[in-house]
Structure formats: structure tokens, C-alpha cells
């Protein structure tokens, strides 16, 4: 069994100055040893509100749905969201979450999800093109070409297209901002106005200006000309709000249009990459996913129907959300003194739900920082506990995409997975690095191995 490289975390709290650092630079290696091993800790706090770790899963359903009106988003969180996304579902709170939500829901419907497997199979024969065109021996970044492929996916699937939209400028707009705005500063831990964090990343800003620009455009287009095309542009404009007759103003729309564009793509691109790399570290493993993909699907273009028999290759992607979870930490915060499962919380306390340390937790899983796709045997039934593997979030709020997401990430595996051959670049040291979503740091330079003939008719 293969165990990849993973944050070792220090035995104990790291002292004041050296902890704030960690935390701006990566927070997931300032979490103590005990964050791994405990249902709570308290982080030592002096310099704000109290910061609570929580990896007890009867807990988290407390906080996140049970009792979810005790427990914003907190001020940490927006700061990193709110430059790009405004109001948008993953920023707003109660009934204006909920009317954006239910706007939202019949573009993840599982009928519609079905129709669109077979654009997200085509994106990655693109893709495999390309890697046919370099050759065998060719050196590619995966991170940067699974970023493009659903990057296609998202625009052809959602927005028709895109209607314009420059992918390779936008991704690299979207890259700025995570790196920039997107990443937890000392003034963020601090409480310091977010205008500072503006005023000192200029380059942050002109990206969040730039993707609220493009995106405006594309709605003012659509405002102007014929509906009809039923893709997810169509259904929020045309929402209404159940309460209140209201439609999405040009904002809303623009601002929901850009978290599905931004976090629609960037997630399943980092399950991907994960995907790959641990596949190419275990032969074994990837030649289970090879003969599954070839049993089911022979030579022909994945569908739903293929997608809904690939069993182990739904397990990889599991796993490697498991070990790698593409959002590394829930945070909520205390909107009043509450308690979790009888313990006093007072108000404004931080609650960190520490995915990455959940889903290695000596106390949940067995070998934690081991790669076994098997523990997600369907029989098993881990994958439906919420609580417990949340590479999605839990809760009234759990991600809308998750289908979608999941189909994608099969769909793109299946495809690539049975007709190349990556090895992972030896030198590349690999570290997980949380700018918002949690990403390797560096990319992850591989080189195309071999490339497996296909006849198409």
C-alpha cells in the first residue's frame, strides 16, 4: 500500500510569532499533532476570539445541521471570498442563501447531470490530443492541463460555451486571486480591516476586477439577446424567489455565475491531479482502474451509463478527496454563547472543522495516511457518512456540485486513465498548500510514460 507524503504536524501549539507565519504561509502545518488525535481542541488565542478545533462527527452534525442557526460563516472566511464573490451562494446567509440555492438546484438535477457526461469525456480526449501530439517522454503539468480540461467542462456544460470568455486569462486571473486575496495573511488572523489586505495586493485586486468585468459582460449579452438555452445562465435568470416574486439582479447573477465558474472547475481539477499522482506512485492500483475502465467501457466514449459502473474508479477519486481534500477546513463562528454536545462555546469563538485532519484522524479511520481506494468499497457505505468524509461539506450547505463534481471526476479519470501512462517528476517534492482549496505546491510535473492505442470507429 502506498503512503504520499503528508503535513507532519508539530507535537505541540507552535509559539505565538512562529504559529502566525505558519498560518499565513500554510495554515494546515500550524495544526498541532492533537488535532489529529482529539474530538476538540482549543487553540491557545491571545491576539483574538477563541479558535476551536472539531473533528467529532456528532459535533459537526450539530454545527452544521442540527443547530446550524448558532453558527455563521465568520468574518475569516468572507474576508477571502467576499472581494470575488460579493453575495454570491457560498458567501450569502439564511433566506438570501436559500432562494439562491433553490435558483440553483435544477441545473444538478440528476437527468440533467446525465446529459452532460458526454462533453465531460470529450474535454479529456482533447486533452489526450494534446498529450498524443508531445509524445511519449513529453513533461506536462497535470495541475495546470486538469484546470483547462474542466475549465472547458464548466464553460461548455454551464454557460454555453462561455460566450467569450478567455479560459487561459481567466484561469490565470483566478490563480492570482487565490494567491493573492485568497490566501490567509497576518492581517487576516488579526482582524485587521480587509482594505489592507487590499491596499497591499494590488494584483489580487485588478484579478477580482477582472473576473467581475468579464462575466458582467457576459450576463449584460445575455439580458440583451434570446433565452432559451436552458444551461445554468438561463435558470437564474429566470429564478424567482418563493417568498417574494424577486428575480436575481445583474449582481447576484454576476456574482453566482463566477463561484460556479471559479469553484466549479478548481475543485475537480485539484480531485483529478490528486487522482493521477497517486495512481502513478501504485502501479497495482492503476492497473485495477485500467481493466475496470476497459471491461466497462472497451473502446468507446464514456457515458452515464459508464460512469455509474465504474465502480473502483469512483473509489480512487473518493480516496484521493480523502487524502487530499480539495478544501483543506470549514470554518464557522459562534453567533452566540451555544454549546456543542453540552460543551460552553462563547460567542464569536471560531470553529475550525479541519477536513484534512479529519480524514486522517487516528480515531475514524484505519491506516489514515495510507492510499486504499478499497476502504470506499460501496458495501462499506463510507462515502454516505456526512460527518465523517466531508471533501464536499456537510450540512444544510453541503456543495450543490456534488454530483456534478463526482460524475466529472470519473468521467475525466476513466478517460485519461485508459490511455496513458504518467509518472510523477521524482524531484518534485510534493506539499499540500491551502490558498482557499488546497493545491500542490509547485503544480505536479509528470512525464507522459506510455500512451495505449485505441480504435474508435
Known amino acids: 500500500m502506498f503512503k504520499p507524503p503528508a503535513i507532519q504536524p508539530p507535537e505541540k501549539t507552535l509559539p505565538l510569532f ?117 509524445g511519449v517522454g513529453a513533461q506536462v503539468d497535470v495541475a495546470q492541463d486538469m484546470v483547462r480540461i474542466t475549465f472547458d467542462i464548466i464553460l461548455d456544460t454551464m454557460l454555453s460555451g462561455g460566450e467569450g470568455i478567455d479560459i487561459e486569462e481567466t484561469s490565470r486571473e483566478i490563480s492570482i486571486y487565490l494567491e493573492t486575496l485568497g490566501r490567509p495573511s497576518i492581517g487576516d488572523i488579526l482582524g485587521l480591516p480587509p482594505s489592507l489586505k487590499k491596499l497591499m495586493s ?143 462555546v462563547p460567542k464569536n469563538t471560531i470553529i475550525l472543522m479541519p477536513i484534512y485532519a479529519m480524514h486522517r484522524h487516528s480515531k475514524q479511520w484505519d491506516r489514515p495516511d495510507v492510499f486504499d481506494p478499497d476502504r470506499f468499497a460501496p458495501d462499506l457505505g463510507l462515502e454516505r457518512q456526512r460527518y465523517h468524509y466531508m471533501p464536499f461539506g456537510a450540512g444544510h450547505r453541503i456543495c450543490i456540485g456534488l454530483g456534478f463534481a463526482l460524475n466529472e471526476a470519473v468521467a475525466v479519470l476513466a478517460t485519461l486513465m485508459r490511455e496513458v501512462q504518467l509518472d510523477h517528476n521524482p524531484a518534485h517534492k510534493i506539499r499540500p498548500l491551502v490558498r482557499i482549496t488546497m493545491r500542490p505546491e509547485g503544480g505536479m510535473p509528470m512525464r507522459i510514460a506510455a500512451l495505449m492505442s485505441r480504435s474508435v470507429d
Do not use: C
Not at 244 to 260: K, P, V
Open 202 to 344: 494590488p494584483r489580487g485586486v485588478r484579478a477580482a476586477n477582472y473576473l467581475r468585468s468579464v462575466v458582467q459582460q457576459m450576463v449584460a449579452r445575455r439580458r440583451s439577446g434570446p433565452s432559451g438555452r436552458g444551461d445554468l445562465v438561463d435558470l437564474l435568470m429566470q429564478a424567482k424567489d418563493p417568498e417574494t416574486g424577486r428575480a436575481m439582479s445583474d449582481m447576484e447573477l454576476r456574482d453566482n455565475l463566477i463561484t460556479f465558474i471559479g469553484a466549479g472547475h478548481e475543485t475537480t481539477a485539484l480531485a483529478l491531479t490528486w487522482s493521477l499522482y497517486l495512481l502513478s506512485q501504485d502501479s497495482v492500483t492503476a492497473q485495477r482502474v485500467r481493466a475496470e475502465v476497459q471491461s466497462v467501457t472497451g473502446d468507446a466514449s464514456i457515458t452515464q451509463a459508464h460512469v455509474e459502473t465504474l465502480s473502483f474508479t469512483r473509489q480512487v477519486v473518493l480516496e484521493a478527496m480523502r487524502l487530499f481534500p480539495p478544501v483543506a477546513a470549514l470554518p464557522r463562528q459562534a453567533s452566540r454563547d451555544t454549546t456543542i454536545l453540552g460543551m460552553p
Open 18 to 134: 512562529k504559529r502566525l507565519f505558519t498560518l499565513a504561509d500554510n495554515p494546515i502545518e500550524a495544526w498541532p499533532r492533537a488535532v489529529y488525535e482529539e474530538d476538540f481542541y482549543w487553540a491557545p488565542s491571545p491576539y483574538g476570539p477563541k479558535l476551536l478545533f472539531v473533528t467529532k462527527p456528532e459535533a459537526i452534525r450539530e454545527i452544521l445541521l442540527d443547530r446550524g442557526e448558532d453558527f455563521s460563516k465568520g468574518s475569516i472566511f468572507l474576508r477571502f471570498l467576499k472581494p470575488a464573490l460579493g453575495e454570491a451562494m457560498l458567501t450569502a446567509e439564511g433566506a438570501h442563501w436559500r432562494w439562491q440555492r433553490q435558483a440553483a438546484a435544477p441545473a444538478f438535477r440528476p437527468d440533467t447531470m446525465a446529459k452532460l457526461t458526454p462533453i465531460m469525456s470529450a474535454a479529456a480526449e482533447k486533452m489526450l490530443a494534446r498529450w498524443r501530439a508531445a
